[in-house]
């Protein structure tokens, strides 16, 4: 049901794209900003809809279409020279997405998180911003129960859950009760929780192509493979193409969770007294908990086996670090190897990785995340060679809710004309 949704929006920033190479002839530009509209678009539209007007990314679109000659012929001389589009402002709903993300990553490092977000929700720009979202979530869900109720398919995951309720008030002869936090509140949790973190992994695999463009090459060889007819024809794998996974795809995007990993760490609480390696924590202690470093994309640190709980020892993984082949080297290979045909796979579990944490308070949008990845991947480097340009590279990364490329600047080329 997502990949329809998140294969609308990437074509949409294609055009996006193919218009602002055009605009600019060729030249660079930064695209952190557009990642980060593109990535709301996709989370909206795989969450409840974008509705006709769409999204952020076609609002910049139709925007830098109405001043398309006044652009065209403000382009500087100079082919290195980035070039600035005029900026359209956010829609109201990314905005008021920013104020809740913006909130939320202060929570975590204020000494006292309650006493913070108590005054912080008193603001009238975080209580705008909560009624702007929960505006929208609620005039989706009043859309959508006509729809439903008709018997309509459903389109988007607030869809599947309007649709369950209906069919269980109709089964208890009851109104269907749409107005439920219980419905509101997990909605606006995929948005605050999905869009940061697919934003900044997605910059992370944009950097990765510019930085090791052989990557770029062989990832796009092998896609060509992968959807022949679609190469073939000369056209765009379609969404139901891209349930065929890449190897060379796949342990690019394994490998850049693992080393450009966004959410560094995370902190749980100790619900009981217990031991870490031989250490006491007090039950209610703060614990925080890494998801790079030893042993994922750093060389792992010595541990006395006999210090291990023996639940621990019991369950040993496989693997449990990757010291004998460059932990921090950026190396996808090390994640795929060859099946009894000698086929090249991609094998997840090569080694250790912690990028969507894990158990019982790991990402539930995994999937999710995986899917956006390999579609927007695989439609831009399908449409695109990146180049990393000669002039205004920067490596500088932003630190909030996640760790990611403050900018991102690249040039563009026509990889769908390759002979
Ligand atoms: C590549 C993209 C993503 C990464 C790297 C990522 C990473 C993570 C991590 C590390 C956590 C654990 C947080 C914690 O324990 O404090 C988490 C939780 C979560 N993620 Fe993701 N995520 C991604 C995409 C998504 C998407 C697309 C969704 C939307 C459905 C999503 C929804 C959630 C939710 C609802 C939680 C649980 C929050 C909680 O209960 O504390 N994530 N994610």
Redesign the pocket.
């Known amino acids: 049901m997502n990949a329809p949704r998140i294969h609308d929006v990437t074509c949409e920033l294609l055009d996006f794209w193919r218009l602002k190479t055009q605009l600019s002839k060729g030249r660079p530009f930064d695209v952190a900003e557009d990642v980060s509209q593109f990535s709301f678009d996709a989370?909206m539209s795989?969450?409840m809809g974008l509705g006709p007007e769409g999204g952020d990314i076609r609002r910049q679109m139709d925007h830098l279409t109405a001043l398309r000659s006044k652009i065209a012929s403000s382009a500087a001389a100079d082919l290195n020279e980035i070039f600035s589009f005029p900026a359209v402002e956010r829609s109201a709903k990314l905005e008021a997405l920013r104020v809740n993300e913006d909130s939320l990553w202060k929570g975590f490092v204020m000494p006292w998180p309650t006493l913070y977000h108590r005054i912080n929700n008193m603001r009238p720009a975080v209580r705008k911003a909560g009624a702007t979202l929960r505006g929208y979530i609620a005039s989706q869900i009043a859309k959508a129960v006509p729809r439903l109720a008709d018997d309509g398919q459903p389109l988007c995951?607030l869809d599947y859950v309007i649709q369950r309720e209906i069919k269980a008030a109709s089964k208890e002869n009851r109104t269907p009760v749409l107005d439920d936090p219980r419905i509101l509140e997990?909605i606006y949790?995929?948005?605050?929780?999905?869009?940061d973190?697919?934003s900044?992994?997605l910059l992370w695999s944009l950097r990765r192509f510019l930085e090791h463009p052989d990557n770029q090459t062989r990832i796009r060889d092998s896609l060509r493979q992968t959807y022949a007819d679609a190469w073939l024809e000369r056209r765009l794998p379609t969404a139901a193409e891209l349930v065929r996974h890449n190897a060379y795809l796949d342990a690019f995007i394994e490998e850049v969770?693992r080393i450009d990993?966004?959410?560094v760490n995370?902190?749980?609480m100790t619900r009981m007294d217990t031991v870490v390696l031989g250490y006491p924590v007090p039950a209610d202690t703060r614990v925080f908990?890494n998801?790079t470093g030893s042993s994922l994309n750093r060389p792992s640190v010595v541990v006395d086996e006999s210090i291990r709980s023996d639940t621990s020892q019991t369950h040993r993984p496989s693997r449990e670090n990757w010291d004998d082949s460059n932990p921090t080297e950026f190396l996808p290979e090390r994640w795929l190897r060859k099946d009894q045909e000698g086929k090249v796979i991609f094998d997840a579990s090569l080694g250790p990785a912690?990028?969507?944490?894990a158990g019982n308070?790991?990402?539930?949008?995994?999937r999710?995340?995986?899917l956006?990845?390999r579609i927007v991947l695989t439609l831009l480097l399908w449409s695109f060679h990146f180049e990393l340009p000669e002039k205004g590279v920067s490596w500088e990364t932003f630190d909030s809710l996640?760790v990611a490329p403050k900018k991102c600047i690249i040039r563009l080329s026509e990889a769908s004309r390759d002979a």
């Open positions: 989370i795989a969450a995951a997990p949790g995929y948005l605050i929780a999905g869009h973190t697919s900044g992994s969770l990993t966004p959410v995370i902190m749980v908990l998801l912690l990028a969507f944490s308070r790991g990402c539930w949008g995994k999710l995340g995986y956006e990845l996640v």
